[in-house]
């Protein structure tokens, strides 16, 4: 366990057991974070909080596929940054020596419920003031999160600040339809004009629209690439709007409808201007995966 490299600001209690908190609701303390998007993040993690180990494992391999036995060992001590109801750190419990699972939301309370009895520490905390000494972890992550910060370049130079040198971090951001033909590009600018309209409703409607577009939209397309697929045209499936929901639950589907509709802040990437960013945050041997989610990526941290 690492140790705090400064004192928690309050003590939060879940199930008598105390999450350090380190954060403080202010425009002045903190200047790379939305707090919209955080409350945002607060609500659906408390919506959708459990998972069973099938979930985990089927997404946790999708993400981890680009990590070798070299990068991440049992002896790893490991920071999830933005770790949400704490899925991915679940997923790396008893394959590593520790993680350290910090969110700056009211997520901290569902990642304390199926973090118990794990090799993990919840910690409230922000990317704008992570609470540990630089060059602390062997290994960092961050999936699915840093696209959501107004300023993810400094985001990610300041997670990889926490990685020892010769430690490897790995980080999941939307990627920019850059590998994708123009009638995807299509579809994607339609769902994002709806997102625009729905994170901008209140908490019951949007939740309810959310599970809509799950239902209607999500498990038809997921259902029509699963039969692609079993008729042997893997190569059209592939290219099918949500293919990667193919050989997911239903709720994972509800899950990440409310995800990437009912957030007020997204960015997105090409693959290009992501290699430039961990380059810049003194990263190398930048390795991309060529399988979805896109992108997802880890390189090392140089001397």
């Not at 903190?30 to 997404?59: P, R």
């Not at 070299?70 to 109801?85: N, W």
């Amino acid at each position: 366990m690492i140790q705090y490299n400064k004192k928690a600001l309050r003590e939060l209690r879940y199930n008598e057991k105390p999450i350090y908190s380190f954060v403080v609701k202010s425009p002045e303390v903190y200047s790379n974070i939305d707090w919209a998007t955080v409350e945002s993040f607060g609500e659906e993690w408390s919506k959708f909080s459990e998972f069973s180990d099938d979930e985990i494992k089927i997404a946790g391999d999708e993400y981890f596929d680009i990590i070798s036995k070299r990068m991440l060992t049992e002896d790893s001590i490991v920071l999830d940054v933005g770790c949400g109801a704490g899925r991915w750190s679940k997923y790396l419990d008893g394959k590593v020596k520790f993680v350290e699972a910090i969110d700056p939301s009211e997520a901290v309370y569902p990642a304390m419920g199926l973090l118990k009895n794990s090799n993990c520490r919840v910690t409230q905390a922000s990317v704008d003031d992570i609470p540990f000494d630089d060059d602390s972890f062997d290994f960092v992550f961050s999936l699915g999160v840093l696209h959501h910060i107004p300023d993810t370049a400094d985001a990610l130079k300041k997670c990889v600040q926490k990685l020892k040198k010769g430690g490897h971090f790995m980080v999941y951001l939307y990627y920019n339809m850059d590998n994708r033909n123009r009638l995807y590009k299509l579809f994607f600018s339609i769902s994002n004009s709806i997102r625009l309209i729905v994170h901008k409703m209140g908490s019951g409607g949007k939740k309810t629209v959310c599970d809509l577009i799950a239902t209607l939209v999500y498990l038809p397309l997921a259902k029509f690439a699963w039969i692609t697929m079993k008729l042997g045209l893997k190569k059209i499936a592939r290219l099918l709007p949500l293919y990667n929901y193919h050989d997911k639950t239903f709720r994972l589907m509800r899950n990440d409808a409310l995800d990437r509709f009912g957030t007020p802040l997204e960015q997105r990437f090409t693959r290009e201007e992501i290699t430039q960013m961990m380059r810049d945050a003194g990263l190398s041997d930048i390795t991309f995966s060529s399988r979805e989610p896109f992108w997802h990526a880890v390189g090392t941290k140089g001397g």
